[in-house]
């Protein structure tokens, strides 16, 4: 079930908690993850992931385009920077990460990731949520990365422990504790006084009325196997029922 109320909103109404607040480092750091973001985006990577999403909900989809095409042009005249994020290829890529259960420097050490991913899920399944619901407000900026904000969990902070506990999983990323959708990167090197303007953008994007994109019923999570780190090369993936509200 999806929702978008119409008005102000704040996420109290659903009792849920969301951060959309930037990240700024120095300029030397935020050059450094700039450069290093590229690389890794040129880099082919393999694994085993579970997320929600990959695609998002049309109307999810529909709203993170929108407040794309308002931030960039936010950007656009408070920088003069025509180019400066390049948002992802795909919006039917875009996804919440919940686990990554086999990262890529572990991929060669198991038979079957897929079987084995699978294999854990069902091990967890007993104490997962039912279903949960999720919010989806703002554009941030973190680490280089621009990403939607997705509100706190308790459901999902759970699901991320408990297979985080189960033996062979790898290790959860630290940039996965953080709920985003990443939809897009800053696209080249930060010059002096752009820092500045970048940071009053984003602070400004804070109180748009029109950051708010809508909520998310969950009731499944989709496990996939890519090709790389963005999923916008799946080689295979499965929808994985959350048990039910009777368990």
């Not at 050059?31 to 929600?52: E, F, H």
């Amino acid at each position: 079930m999806l929702t978008k109320p119409v008005g102000k909103f704040t996420f109290k109404q659903f009792g849920l908690n969301v951060s959309t607040r930037s990240s700024f480092q120095s300029l030397d750091r935020l050059n450094r993850d700039i450069a290093t973001t590229i690389a890794s985006d040129n880099n082919t990577r393999r694994g085993t992931t579970l997320v929600i999403g990959c695609p998002l909900p049309e109307l999810i989809l529909r709203g993170i385009n929108s407040i794309q095409a308002e931030l960039g042009q936010r950007i656009k005249a408070a920088t003069g920077a025509e180019n400066l994020v390049r948002w992802r290829r795909s919006l039917a890529a875009l996804h919440l990460s919940v686990y990554g259960l086999l990262n890529p420097a572990e991929f060669a050490g198991q038979p079957s990731p897929w079987d084995f991913s699978l294999a854990c899920l069902e091990r967890v399944r007993s104490a997962l949520p039912a279903q949960f619901t999720i919010a989806f407000s703002g554009l941030s900026l973190r680490w280089a990365g621009v990403a939607v904000g997705v509100s706190d969990s308790e459901e999902l902070t759970s699901v991320r422990d408990t297979i985080g506990n189960l033996p062979g999983v790898s290790p959860i990323k630290k940039g996965a504790l953080f709920n985003k959708v990443v939809v897009g990167r800053l696209d080249r090197p930060i010059r002096g006084r752009e820092v500045a303007l970048l940071k009053q953008v984003f602070a400004d994007f804070e109180d748009y009325e029109g950051r708010f994109i809508g909520t998310q019923q969950v009731s499944f999570l989709r496990l996939i196997q890519y090709g790389d780190e963005h999923l916008e090369n799946v080689q295979q993936f499965s929808d994985f029922p959350l048990r039910s509200a009777d368990v």
